[in-house]
């Protein structure tokens, strides 16, 4: 069974600084995917990054990069120089390799103050 | 850009009454996934379908709740008999066939269906 876990129901940080998410999860599978999205008040589901479980060197899109520790299970998503568009609800999920499933995590809002 | 579409994006509907979901999948996908937001919770999988099969159907309420993805046409979720604890938002997201690719073949969202029972 594959499960996921967010432990951080809220968090603040303050515009320009960064701001690191928490996420582990469990897996039997030794092929999986590692993905985070973003969900702004407006409510659409907005895809991040991704992190393969082969994959060596951590993932990095623009502001956001994945801090991937395999022997930990955990994929925190670090957001670096944190903007006020970047409040918003952020959901880490895991995959099967083929994508035939995703899991996600409860969630965690991140409030930016000016 | 044609995503995934879902409509309605925002559907009241009574008790007792039905409800029903539409998603129609980006181009090319024909991996559809439902899942259900509840206020304040995250996301959980409801269901994934391919044309005209059910895959896992294992986050689906036993009862009144269904889904199809027809060979031609959207996928639809069916709630029967509504009530108010189905209130909630509904996520439709669809992938490309099983091949890995740069983006990790992830599955891309569309922006949900708001459904209140009243």
């Known amino acids: 069974a594959q499960k996921i876990t967010q432990t951080q129901p809220g968090m603040f940080v303050q515009e320009k600084e960064a701001v690191t998410l928490d996420c582990t999860y469990d897996t039997s599978d030794q092929s999986y995917g590692l993905f985070w999205y973003k969900q702004p008040s407006s409510g659409e589901m907005i895809f991040l990054i991704y992190?393969?479980?082969?994959?060596?060197q951590n993932a990095t899109e623009g502001r956001y990069s994945l801090n991937f520790q395999k022997a930990r299970k955990s994929a925190n998503l670090v957001i670096s120089a944190s903007q006020l568009g970047d409040s918003a609800m952020y959901f880490c999920?895991?995959?099967?390799?083929?994508?035939?499933?995703?899991?996600f995590g409860a969630g965690t809002r991140l409030t930016v103050k000016p | 850009n044609a995503g995934v579409m879902q409509n309605p994006r925002h559907l009241v509907r009574r008790r007792g009454q039905e409800a029903r979901l539409r998603c129609s999948p980006m181009?090319?996908?024909?991996?559809v996934y439902w899942y259900r937001q509840l206020p304040e919770e995250g996301l959980k999988f409801m269901v994934y379908?391919?044309?005209?099969?059910?895959?896992?159907e294992s986050g689906m309420p036993k009862e009144r709740f269904s889904a199809e993805f027809p060979k031609e046409g959207p996928s639809i979720l069916r709630i029967q008999q509504v009530v108010r604890g189905d209130s909630a938002a509904y996520f439709c997201a669809s992938s490309p066939r099983g091949q890995p690719n740069r983006s990790g073949n992830t599955i891309y969202f569309g922006e949900g269906s708001w459904l209140t029972v009243v």
């Open positions: 181009k090319g996908h024909s991996h």
């Open positions: 992190q393969g479980s082969y994959d060596e």
């Open positions: 999920a895991l995959g099967k390799y083929n994508n035939n499933d995703m899991r």
């Open positions: 379908l391919q044309k005209e099969n059910i895959i896992d």
